[in-house]
């Protein structure tokens, strides 16, 4: 059987076709794919340039002189702390001797007669005091006059 020339131009530009339809469908998966990886790439980059902000504050905030906490300041904030929240008269301050670093100090604080929001209250400032104080223990136990009123006991410590 020999095909005729009308047969095999035919089977040409059929042949033809079919590489075009082929090469089409391989260029937009190539294309999609290239979105993908594009929107990927975008991605990272905005990543990228968040990781570089945040490395840039964290540099910025290392540089910055660090206020230094004698024994009187690191109290002095405590006082502070409680005088702001109306909590003084029944503040007690104790520095601790030994904290296990030499760069790190500590102050006992003992609060009586607390309520549960004055409580709350006092912990929240120090822990977001400027300079960064942590509190390492603490104890909070019902005072023995009321039932409504708490006892605080913590361990503060801060960086020398």
């Not at 990543?47 to 660090?66: G, K, N, T």
């Not at 006082?79 to 109306?86: G, M």
């Not at 004055?118 to 942590?134: Q, T």
């Amino acid at each position: 059987m020999t095909l005729t020339s009308r047969e095999k131009l035919l089977l040409l530009v059929l042949a033809v076709v079919l590489a075009c339809g082929m090469f089409v469908l391989a260029w937009q998966r190539i294309a999609e794919y290239r979105l993908d990886v594009r929107r990927e790439v975008e991605r990272q980059e905005r990543l990228l340039r968040q990781v570089r902000v945040a490395a840039q504050q964290l540099d910025a905030a290392r540089q910055r002189p660090a206020s230094p906490l004698g024994r009187a300041s690191l109290l002095g904030q405590l006082e502070q702390l409680a005088t702001r929240l109306s909590l003084r008269d029944s503040l007690q301050l104790n520095q601790i001797a030994q904290t296990g670093s030499p760069n790190v100090e500590g102050v006992e604080v003992r609060l009586d007669n607390l309520s549960l929001d004055d409580l709350v209250a006092f912990v929240h400032a120090i822990e977001h005091s400027e300079p960064m104080l942590l509190i390492d223990r603490l104890e909070v136990s019902p005072n023995f006059r009321s039932r409504e009123l708490l006892r605080l006991t913590a361990r503060v410590l801060a960086e020398k």
